[in-house]
């Protein structure tokens, strides 16, 4: 069981680097498009990781299902909304940034 | 473990004026509103914190989400009358500055504001002294409550002081909810989507994926209510949630619901608590006094037509005006009303 | 034979369930909303007369008493107010039913006042509601609820007239009154925290003074001082009553300021009156001289005749705040009896005089008081309604106000601050000067009169000239309402406890 | 010295701040949000006084009270936000200033 439980304090400690690499990219990359990027992407990683090491420190099976259900629907919420947020930056003809 | 938690609380402590004053200071009102979005989701982390997990479900679901989406919806209504296009853009200049002079330029009384500023740090102060110099009274009610419980019905002691103790206030508040739903009908007409905003297929798809869900977990909310966090707010605040999405993805047939029927669905809850608090005192008891036995059927019953009802006056507090009525009447009087008061006679 | 308690809760319950009705059925309005107005006043009028049978009560909401429940208390000085906006709220209401009846005519082709009635009576009814749950409740935090739900529907009604200065004003009164309310709010927590109990009862009981009392107080008296619009912090009165529609105006200036005013006379004169020092009632005194001054020389001022009569809401509430010190000073309970014949002679005085100006602005088009000469041939009841009012106001003789200034005087002159007298007088004096400034327009000056071809409805007219003669006549039936206020008062020396954990 | 007291100087923070936004700020949109502002203040407060008490015991008056004072803060955010709607529609601005102009103005001409 400790095992399990340092596997897990492991797992989490590998996602955190994930999330504060995506919000040092949300505050410093230039345009909207690489932020969300960042964000999404970083996050996502990240949360897995956790989620993973909440789940294998977790001494019941339903609080396992409940982290998958919570992984699974930040997933879709997050990619639908970079979507929207991007598709709707692409509407408003923003360029995308170039190092130009 | 505690120096942890004590970090912890330091950062929150020091976080949310922090948030606050960027949320002021901040000449982009977009920039503003999502601040103070982030501003709500910290606050409820706060309640978690601080041991109040229904006020953190509301404040996650009403304070942050509800709030935040209203004033996004405002401020897109604002923008398209000043038919100004405001960007996404970092660098760009933001109209913001010059449209609305900023405080600066109204600082022609610079003593006044000073004196006043003066007062109002000074009575910070002794605020801030008499709560450190104030002994708290033990336990406030927590004990009464606590030896109370077993005549509620109900096991979650927030639901027993919301519902049962204290129902009388909840039942006002299910009317301040009901006359800001019909203060909105009575100021505006609802928002008409502009031909160009079509709605993108990625979001009418996730919206066939979660309303259902939101449904569902709506409805878990006020079940489990009566015996932990959860209650007829957070699961109305969840289907309200729904509806926004509903109307965000412009799905016909939210847009068809003919008004009869969104009046009664506003109405449901405020009606039926209010009916069951007269039918109490039918019954035998006073206003509100359930029947000892069946008080926690009572309970989900006034908290499952009240989520319905509070779901549906978030959607339309969002949809930010009313429906269209089929009449032309309506239509002139709205012609009318909006030219402003033409003709002398709205004194 | 239902008791008091039974009709306390029917004049929460009635007004709730007639306004959910009136927004469902719409087209019914005209008919639902004066049948809840008369019901409400059939349940004020039975709860006073049970009252004077059975004496002051105590009604647990939901069987559960004080720490942990709601309680009502319906003593004599909430039984007097409920009195007051029965008949103030039924006047109103028949004006209004005639108002709207009338704007709707088939001369008139579009529906804006179809829609204006349509959600009047909802937010009428919800704002009379919430008066009668503000005036019964003991609990502080149910009278929050209670005061935000009184602050929208005000807020609400102001802004249904649609013109850009009365959303202006009604915008600035909402914000007014969610920083009154917060503020409310914040001191009701700090009070919790300290005492751990809510109901204003037992809270007069235990309470000692501690700096965190100190601070609540003041934090729960800015709330309130805000909403009730003492002097220095008047300034989104006068718009805000001068543009709405006229049944509105009514209604802010006779009954909505009165629920904050009753708050403060509350926690002044009765739940903090055993720790209060004596300097600290004259800082209300002081600003209640200023309001009395400065309201009445901008009344003085004032061209239009809506903001003249909202300017005078102003002046005339400072005489109640002047009263404060007196009654702290004052051993009987005369100066208590003054101050409530002065707020019950200004909500029916003041609501008459705003809609005997509603009726002359339909007629006439315009209010602008120079232009008026002559209405008395057209208008001749609104007008007489209206100097009557007005001359009620100031204090003439057999009315409401004379007796409250007339034993205010006596209590500044018996207990040795005659300064507050002075100041009486001279208040009087100014509302005198303005009074006729309209009353010679209205009646004296004669010149042809160019009116509207609007015809007024009688119940307009009558219903205005109803309450004003009510004014007039309220120092005639002193004797009354004394005693009720005998019955069950709330002043220190003959308290009325009753119930208590 | 509990560090769940600093809360209660965290709500006085977010109180004080939101006063002086609702009475600083000029555009209305930023007013509503320092009203918002101001309450969760107050809240703050309420709930630490809830949770200050001995022995791990948690009040659940104030809990009730902050969720009706939520929903409260909600409808009167509602109503407002739809009347700036209308005040930016009928003058054309989304401020309060100038407001002496304006309706001497329209005193004058009505």
Known sequence: MAFLHNLGTVCILIGVPFFVSGTVGLLRFPDIYTRLHALTKADNVGLGFVVLGLALQAEQWNTVARLLLIWLLVLIGSSASCHLVARAALRKKIQPWSRS | MTSVMSFFDIMLVLALPWLGWRLLASPDLFRAVVLFISLGLLMSLTWVRLHAPDVALAEAAIGAGLTGALFLSALRRLERMQDSERRLDYAEKREEERQAPPARRRRSKPIAYGLALLLLVFFLVLLGWSLVKTSVSPGGLGPAVTGQMGQTGVQSQVTAVLLNFRGYDTLLEVMVLFLAALGSWSLTRIRQPLPEEVAAPVLASLVRLLVPLMIIVAGYLVWIGSSRAGGAFQGGAVLGAAGVLLLLADVTVVRQIPSALLRWALVLGPLLFLLSAIACMWIGGNLLEYPRQSAGAWILLIESATAVSIGVTLAALYAGGRPLEPSALEEAGEVASESGGDEGEGE | ?501 | MNTIFLYNFSGLALFAIGLHGLIRSSHLLRKILAANLMSSGVFLIMIVGAYGTDKGMIDPVPHAMVLTGIVVSVSATAVALALVCLVQETTNRVLLLQKRKKEQGRRTDA
Not at chain 3, 113 to 136: E, I, S, V
Not at chain 3, 178 to 191: D, E, K, P, T
Not at chain 3, 452 to 470: G, N, Y
């Open chain 3, 1 to 501: 034979m239902p008791d008091t308690a039974f009709w306390a809760v029917c004049l929460v319950v009635v007004p709730l369930f007639f306004a959910i009705i009136c927004f469902v059925r719409s087209a019914l309005v005209s008919i639902l909303g004066p049948l809840a107005a008369w019901l409400n006043a059939i349940a004020a009028l039975g709860m006073t007369v049970s009252f004077v049978h059975s004496g002051p009560v105590r009604y647990a909401i939901g069987g559960w008493q004080v720490p942990l429940g709601i309680n009502f208390r319906i003593d004599g000085l909430s039984v007097l107010l409920i009195a007051m906006t029965a008949v103030t709220g039924l006047s109103v209401s028949m004006y209004a039913s005639g108002y709207f009846s009338l704007r709707i005519g088939p001369a008139r082709e579009q529906g804006r006042h179809q829609h204006q009635r349509a959600y009047f009576w909802p937010l009428w009814l919800l704002l009379w509601a919430a008066l009668h749950g503000l005036f019964l409740s003991a609990d502080l935090f149910n009278i929050y609820v209670t005061l935000e739900i009184t602050g929208l529907s005000a807020v609400l009604l102001t802004s249904l007239s649609g013109k850009a200065a009365a959303r202006l004003a009604a915008m600035r009164y909402l914000l007014v009154s969610l920083l009154g309310s917060c503020s409310y709010l914040f001191g009701v927590a700090l009070l919790y925290r300290c005492y751990g109990i809510l109901d204003m009862a037992v809270l007069a009981r235990l309470v000692s003074p501690a700096p965190l009392m100190w601070v609540s107080l003041a934090l729960l008296t800015t709330g309130l001082v805000l909403k009730t619009a003492l002097f220095p912090l008047h300034f989104w009165l006068p718009p805000a009553h001068a543009n709405a529609l006229a049944p509105v105006s009514a209604i802010l200036s006779g009954l909505v300021v009165k629920a904050s005013l009753y708050l403060i006379l509350r926690l002044w004169g009765d739940v903090f009156a055993q720790v209060l020092p004596l300097a600290a009632y004259l800082l209300p005194g002081a600003l209640g001289c200023g309001a009395v001054l400065w309201g009445a020389v901008q009344a003085l001022l004032q061209k239009r005749l809506k903001m003249l009569i909202a300017y005078s809401t102003v002046a005339q509430l400072g005489y109640m705040f002047i009263a404060l010190p007196l009654i702290r000073l004052d051993h009987g309970s005369s100066a208590w009896e003054a101050v409530i014949f002065l707020i019950m002679s200004h909500a029916c005085a003041k609501s008459a005089m705003f809609m005997a100006a509603g009726s002359i602005f339909l007629k006439a088009g315009h209010d602008r008081i120079n232009d008026l000469d002559g209405i008395k041939e057209v208008l001749p009841v609104t007008s007489f309604a209206f100097v009557v009012a007005g001359v009620s106001l100031m204090g003439f003789p057999p009315s409401g106000a004379f007796i409250g200034k007339w034993l205010l005087l006596g209590v500044s002159l018996a207990s040795g601050q005659w300064w507050w007298g002075i100041m009486l007088v001279i208040g009087s004096l100014l509302a005198a000067g303005y009074v006729y400034r309209v009353a010679c327009h209205l009646l004296v000056f004669k010149a042809p009169f160019y009116a509207r071809r609007q015809f007024i409805p009688p119940v307009m007219e009558w219903s205005a000239l109803l309450l004003a003669v009510l004014a007039m006549l309220l120092g005639l039936f002193a004797g009354y309402p004394l005693g009720l206020l005998e019955a069950g008062s709330p002043f220190p020396g003959h308290a009325c406890l009753e119930v208590m954990p």
